[in-house]
Structures are given as C-alpha cells and as structure tokens.
C-alpha cells in the first residue's frame, strides 16, 4: 500500500464517452501529479497541483481535464479521446512540489484502453 | 537526442548474479539523481536518491552517479527474483518533484 490510491484499475472506454480517474492520497502530502506512461516511453507528466492550485499543464490536449477539489483528491475527467491515449495513467504525490528532497509517491495507476 | 538514455531490455539473469543498470544523459545540470522500480502492474516506488556525483549504498543496492561522464548507474549484488522488475532512472536539477526527468526503463528478469 502506497498511500495513494487510484480508482479504476482498468477502463475500457470508447472515443465518444466521457469517464473519470480518480486520485486519493493518505500522506497528507500538498501536492498531487498526474503522469503517462505509455509502453517504451519515459514517464510523462501532465499536471501539478499544489496546495489545490493547478501549477503545471505541460501541453496537455483539452480533452484531458483535471480537477483538484482539495490537497488530498485529484480526478482526471476524459472525454472524446483518441486510441492513442491508451496508456497506464498514474497519479503521485508528494511534500511540495518545489523543494529539492521531496520524494515522489507514486499510487498503482489506472490502465486505459481507448477503442 | 533524448535527454535521458536508459537500455530497454529486457535484462535476464541467473538468482545471485551482479546486476549493473544504467542511464546516460545530456543536460550537465541535473544534480539529483534517483532510481524507481516498477513491478509489473503497479507504479514506481522510489529505491535510491542521490545529489551530485558519488556512491550511496543501501543493503545490496549501490547507486553511482559519475558526473564527469553524465553517466549513472544501479548495481544490484545477489539478485533475487523478487528484483525482477523495471527500474526507472530519474534527475532532475533542482530536486523539486516537478521537474524530474525519466528514462524509459529497463525490464530486469532474475532466474531463479
């Protein structure tokens, strides 16, 4: 166990339904990340909240969309995605975002399948 | 040229071998320096951290981060078959959590 837990495990959706992933840390960590990670490729990251407040968006398309209703929650709304957003989607959070040391907590992600 | 070069694998090797895994990169900046492993269908737990060039060891695992050659590796002594899984290199320059760059992992298989 983690500390961060992320519902669904697995979610087969559709290109035109709308889902959600959601994010809860138990660590009583400040911020909250949400990360791709698709076969072969480096981690990538999507967004950083901190203390609620969204920090970094690095580029994402809009049919991702995140919300952060408090420090310990993060959802990611999906709607009209593509097959090639199928990737294992991973939540993390940590002490901060901005301070060298804070050790990144990762939770078990949630596997997507785009059809 | 990626910022961050790791060997894909997959790595196969006999229980109690020496495990040696490694990245390259090219930014001269980074400074910290961390190895996550990932078992297969869960996230990444951290295993090492490190700032700046040297050894730092933690029972079987020795991380060596060679600045002069931008160069780092992961040496895993007596490997078991629970270490089989994929490890994850990661730096960043200036510790902060956001900014960290990964490398694509390698896939380790310790033979029993």
């Known amino acids: 166990e983690t500390g961060v837990t992320q519902t669904p495990r697995h979610l087969v959706m559709g290109m035109t339904n709308k889902k959600s992933l959601k994010c809860e840390q138990h660590?009583?960590?400040?911020?909250m990340y949400w990360y791709k990670q698709s076969a072969k490729k480096p981690l990538e990251l999507m967004f950083v909240?901190?203390?609620?407040?969204?920090?970094e968006n690095n580029s994402v398309p809009s049919r991702f969309s995140p919300e952060c209703p408090n420090s310990s929650h993060l959802f990611l709304h999906l709607h009209t995605l593509q097959p090639e957003d199928s990737a294992l989607y991973l939540c993390?959070?940590?002490?901060?975002?901005?301070?060298?040391?804070?050790?990144?907590?990762f939770g078990e992600g949630s596997w997507l399948t785009v059809v | 040229q990626k910022e961050v070069e790791q060997d894909p694998g997959p790595l196969s090797v006999p229980e109690g071998a020496i495990v040696s895994l490694n990245c390259t990169y090219s930014?001269?900046?980074?400074?910290?320096f961390m190895w996550y492993r990932q078992y297969s269908r869960k996230g990444p737990e951290l295993l090492m951290y490190t700032y700046s060039s040297g050894n730092k060891e933690d029972g079987r695992f020795t991380a060596q981060v060679d600045k002069s050659s931008k160069y780092i590796s992961l040496f895993i002594r007596d490997s078991q078959p629970s270490d089989s899984a994929t490890y994850l290199c990661?730096?960043?320059?200036?510790?902060?959590?956001?900014?960290?760059?990964f490398g694509s992992g390698t896939q380790l298989t310790v033979l029993p």
């Open positions: 909240y901190n203390f609620k407040e969204q920090t």
């Open positions: 990661a730096m960043s320059l200036s510790g902060s959590a956001r900014q960290l760059t």
């Open positions: 930014n001269s900046a980074f400074q910290y």
């Open positions: 660590l009583g960590h400040n911020a």
């Open positions: 993390a959070s940590s002490q901060g975002s901005g301070t060298a040391g804070n050790t990144i907590y």
